[in-house]
């Protein structure tokens, strides 16, 4: 899903296969936004840096860490030193965890070109596999910068909340039984979940009316 022509022939294929749930997030939020971010290692720091900090501290160490790094890649970190990664802005684990990546695509034990071509599953462990790579941040990376159709991100809270309105179900599901939720999407998980932030959100906001009893 790397173009709104993509996105919107997946909407329509999942909308096959589970008409009326389908139906009633499109009907309160319509189509999804794409929101997509640059791929390879650029895409994946874009993730790191924004994490547990707002989007304007993200906004700020992400502008600092491309005017160190122009180009951005993976041997231009490796080569960094402590001192320049630190006035970037950035915490000792997210550096850690960036010379981690980046020592893992100069070593080739991560391809990040080849994870869009990979099952869900494989392609989550892949990610994860590195130091500092979690489940969030690998199915996010997978969701937005690779377009992988079926990443399925069961650790999101405004993802099991969503599943919980539109399913009608008493309490949130947790990671676990999300995981189960998502078969009747799969092989197009990450589609759904894209429906699932859009409608969550208007659900939030109150523009949407009563969620599927």
Not at 92 to 108: D, N, V, Y
Request: hydrophobic share 50%; with cysteine.
């Amino acid at each position: 899903m790397l173009d709104e022509a993509a996105l919107s022939a997946a909407v329509v294929a999942l909308r096959e296969r589970d008409p009326e749930i389908v139906g009633v997030m499109l009907e309160a939020a319509g189509h999804p936004p794409l929101r997509r971010r640059e791929p390879g290692f650029a895409g994946l720091a874009w993730i790191v840096v924004g994490q547990q900090v707002s989007v304007a501290s993200a906004n700020a160490i992400y502008g600092r860490l491309n005017a160190a790094f122009p180009q951005l890649e993976a041997h231009a970190l490796v080569a960094a030193s402590e001192e320049t990664l630190r006035s970037c802005g950035l915490s000792s684990p997210k550096m850690k965890t960036l010379r981690a990546i980046a020592h893992a695509l100069e070593s080739k034990s991560l391809d990040l070109d080849a994870l869009a071509a990979m099952r869900a599953e494989e392609a989550h462990a892949a990610l994860c596999a590195v130091h500092g790579i979690g489940p969030w941040t690998a199915d996010i990376f997978l969701l937005f910068c690779l377009g992988h159709p079926d990443a399925w991100p069961v650790g999101d809270i405004a993802l099991q909340e969503a599943a919980k309105i539109v399913l009608g179900l008493r309490t949130r599901p947790d990671a676990k039984k999300l995981e189960k939720i998502g078969e009747r999407w799969r092989p197009l998980r990450g589609v759904a979940a894209r429906l699932l932030w859009a409608y969550y959100r208007v659900i939030k906001e109150g523009r949407a009316g009563m969620a599927l009893a």
